[in-house]
């Protein structure tokens, strides 16, 4: 990383003088968790002019320490980049190199871009701005405690009672949230575990990671009795396993870092259907109630809306700069929310086929590490790895809260079925329950 953020140094700061183009990459990379060391490269470069942009500007004073004058330089080599952003679109392509269908597919990409610009006559803060600010009261509820390392992952029982978490430390646990105990410990043969699920009926849950298997324990034994008992091991990934949902006890989907998608029949344990049409590795899930569409995030910064039924890709959209690590649709069934390591939360439409909307501090900012929505959709949940759960009202864009009890990265969160709890995740090895 200290290598590559070198030379991306060099790269925006020649952007300046010779209108060099810096790769969307490298500013996702300086826009991540990677700032502070980007900045400490432009220090140890000499690129500040001097020692008056260590302070603040504009007033005279002076605060030692204070790095508001070179964020303020550092944030003027960005803004080279930004002025750049068409050109980087569409960098030109000469059609004399083509092959007729490369000829074919560019022109079509080129009527799909004009058909969205077509359809984008306003926007949703300008049509929403009468609208009156949401008021929230939100307290924290309960802690649970149990895990002894970072959480992972979590999902919400149908019962909106019980909770399904995965941390580091080789367990499963299902928490009962009204009396925060621990009511199920299912011990993991892989401790790398990066996705979990509970099942409809709630007597099923499942887990997976880097073994690239997805493993489904049955909570309950035939007589009734607690048990945690694995059923079914699902093989057939290459890679990691980036999230699994149930869609009935007889049915789960997976995503996996082989770019690939499988909804699988766990009772034989055979892959139903198997859709691949990602450029990345998939890290995130979203189905919509009617089981029959889904949506997929990936690190190749796309979202691509499936139809399970013939197993084909309907939709891909597009917009964010760097890996796509959640994705949540709202109730209504026509839009989401997407969370990326570009820092930015952002609204789409699937009927305009484009994003609509999007929520972000100014740089330099954390990445964004998981979403979700409340029931009626005005209030959008989002877990930063500066350790803040922001609420943004998504008609007027604007910051409604900020929770930051946790201790470290969010890592997870989730609104329950009734819409009434919100639970996050930390890298703290904490779960925190708000109302």
């Known amino acids: 990383v200290l290598d ?38 432009v220090m140890d470069e000499g690129l500040l002019q001097n020692e008056s942009e260590l302070g603040l500007q ?30 980087m679109e569409d960098p030109g392509v000469n059609l004399a190199d083509l092959t007729p269908d490369e000829r074919e597919a560019y022109e079509l990409k080129l009527k799909l871009q004009e058909l969205r610009e077509g359809v984008c006559d306003t926007s949703l803060f300008n049509e929403a701005q009468n609208t009156s600010p949401v008021n929230v009261k939100i307290r924290r509820r309960r802690d649970l405690k149990g895990h002894l390392t970072k959480v992972y992952a979590m999902d919400w029982s149908q019962d909106a009672r019980h909770v399904l978490s995965a941390s580091q430390d080789s367990r ?44 489904v324990y049955d909570l309950n034994d035939e007589e009734g ?32 870092g082989d770019h690939m998608c499988i909804l699988w029949d766990i009772a034989t344990g055979q892959q139903i259907t198997t859709l691949k049409d990602h450029l990345g590795e998939v890290d995130c899930l979203s189905v919509l109630p009617d089981k029959n569409t ?11 809306l499936w139809d399970l039924r013939d197993g084909m890709c309907n939709q891909t959209l597009v917009g964010h700069l760097s890996d796509v690590v ?8 026509l839009n989401f929310v997407t969370a990326s390591d ?15 909307a999007q929520y972000s501090y100014e740089y330099p900012q954390a990445g964004v590490s998981c979403v979700d929505t409340s029931l009626s959709g005005r209030i959008i949940f989002a877990g930063y790895d500066d350790f803040n759960v ?13 929770l930051s009890e946790h201790g470290a990265k969010v890592s997870c969160l989730g609104v329950d079925r009734d819409g009434v709890a919100l639970c996050t995740g930390s890298w703290d090895n904490l779960l925190k329950i708000w109302n």
């Open 172 to 215: 499963l646990l299902v928490w009962d949230t009204y009396s925060g105990n621990k009511i199920h410990a299912i011990e993991l043969k892989c401790s790398w575990v990066m996705c979990c699920s509970y099942a409809p009926s709630g007597n099923y849950v499942a887990s997976g990671g880097l073994d690239n298997v997805c493993s």
């Open 326 to 333: 959640d994705c949540k649709w709202l109730s209504n069934g």
């Open 294 to 304: 889904f949506l997929s995030g990936s690190t190749d910064a796309t979202v691509k």
């Open 342 to 356: 570009d820092g930015i939360v952002r609204l789409f439409d699937v009927r305009s086929d484009q994003e609509i």
């Open 390 to 402: 922001i609420l943004w009202d998504a008609l007027l864009g604007e910051l409604v809260a900020v």
């Open 225 to 256: 009795n607690l048990s945690g008992k694995a059923i079914k091991v699902l093989t057939g990934h290459d890679g990691y396993l980036g999230e699994c949902q149930f869609l009935s006890d007889k049915q789960i989907l997976t995503s996996s």
């Open 4 to 41: 590559e953020l070198e030379g991306v140094v060099k790269a925006v700061v020649s952007t300046q003088s010779t209108g060099s183009v810096v790769s969307p990459h490298a500013i996702s990379l300086i826009r991540s968790e990677h700032f502070p060391l980007f900045f400490a490269i």
């Open 58 to 87: 504009g007033d005279g004073e002076q605060e030692e320490g204070n790095d508001y004058g070179a964020s303020q330089y550092v944030n003027s080599l960005l803004d080279a980049y930004y002025g750049q952003e068409e050109e």
